[in-house]
């Protein structure tokens, strides 16, 4: 029999072989990587240890479901939620447990549902659940049991620079000497605006950024938590990433912030966008914010760009700066799935979930 049931911090050792086996070793280097900072330091948590549910087949986990908190704000005011990530069925383990079940006669634990579908409508899952860049096989079980995509939503990117692309074929050196001509050909990076109430910040996120939070959270009918805490945790104390903080300032006030990470991966340097936040309604500062960190990623040498965007002004402002949509193999988008909540606009970024 198949039972369905909350994670614990001790099933760790199964959880990370199950995702080894499932995703492979990469995937579950880096899960194991992040552990103590993902599960144990999160200041959202209720309390520290592994949060998520599992399939248990006599001892033997064959199915995972992480479930991270979301912190969640409708209108303001705080929600339970969790962002679904790391879901996963080892589908030979799984048969081994079903087999097993039917030729002792008994019930599989699962009431007709599938080991995913389970999973998902656990009752420590909650009602609201979140998820984005969901497998096409995932999707077909999310939307089986009631999620729904969100509209607008999706990831996108722009190139910034041909310099690595002309370095396999002239050299680093000469690349670096023609790629400033050569960059013409691509969309233009947007003009710089606001440009001396854009800095760079290296320290904590200190109280200005509560003080922002408090300020704008009334103003989203949906966003998920970006106080000073918060942000510190999941951007200065990542145990992986380096990132960078812009912010934009008015006086002494805090009028909004990006940050974006750059790192090497296929031997090219690649940018992410993972927060954009100021009011909703201020389309200056995002594009002023979006334009100072292309033009920064450009001069670190990044050669592609990539941000999510999850509602109409966001998709704005990176659309106005040469966004456009980024596509599967398959030529589809992945917008993000949602269950249990109805909005018209959800306010996530890149580094939202298990991304960034």
């Given amino acids: 029999m198949i039972t369905i049931r909350s994670a614990l911090d001790s099933d760790r050792g199964q959880v990370l072989t199950r995702i080894f086996e499932v995703f492979g070793p990469a995937p579950a280097a880096e899960a194991e990587r992040l552990w103590q900072w993902q599960w144990h330091r999160d200041p959202r948590l209720p309390l520290p240890g592994y949060h998520g549910v599992v399939a248990d087949w006599e001892g033997t986990i064959v199915g ?16 339970d939620a969790h962002w679904c990530v790391s879901a996963l069925v080892h589908w030979g383990l799984a048969r081994q447990a079903l087999r097993a079940a039917k030729r002792a006669g008994e019930e599989t634990g699962l009431a007709g549902r599938g080991i995913a579908e389970a999973l ?34 999706g990831s996108l990117h722009r190139r910034v620079s041909l310099q690595h692309r002309l370095a396999r074929g002239i050299g680093a050196v000469p690349a670096s000497l023609v790629a400033p001509l050569a960059n013409l050909a691509l969309p233009r990076l947007p003009r710089m605006r606001l440009s001396d109430d854009i800095s760079v910040m290296d320290g904590p996120f200190d109280r200005r950024f509560d003080e922002l939070w408090a300020r704008l959270r009334d103003r989203f009918s949906a966003v998920t938590l970006r106080d000073g805490a918060t942000l510190q945790w999941r951007y200065r104390e990542h145990p992986v990433f380096d990132y960078k903080v812009l912010t934009l300032t008015d006086g002494d006030l805090l009028r909004g912030y990006l940050i974006y990470s750059q790192f090497e991966r296929d031997e090219r340097q690649r940018g992410k966008i993972v927060d954009l936040f100021t009011d909703p309604a201020d389309g200056e500062a995002m594009g002023a914010l979006v334009a100072a960190a292309l033009r920064a990623m450009r001069r670190g040498g990044v050669e592609r760009v990539e941000a999510f965007a999850s509602t109409d002004y966001l998709n704005r402002a990176l659309k106005g700066a040469g966004f456009t949509p980024r596509l599967t193999k398959a030529g589809q988008m992945q917008p993000m799935m949602v269950r249990g909540v109805s909005c018209a606009s959800l306010h996530v970024g890149q580094g939202d979930g298990d991304g960034g």
């Fill in 120 to 153: 998902f409508d656990a009752q420590a899952a909650g009602d609201i659940q979140l998820g984005k860049h969901i497998a096409r096989t995932m999707r077909a079980v999310l939307t089986r049991i009631g999620f729904e995509d969100l509209a607008n939503s």
């Fill in 64 to 79: 995972n479901l992480a479930l991270i908190p979301a912190g969640l704000y409708l209108h303001g005011r705080p929600v």
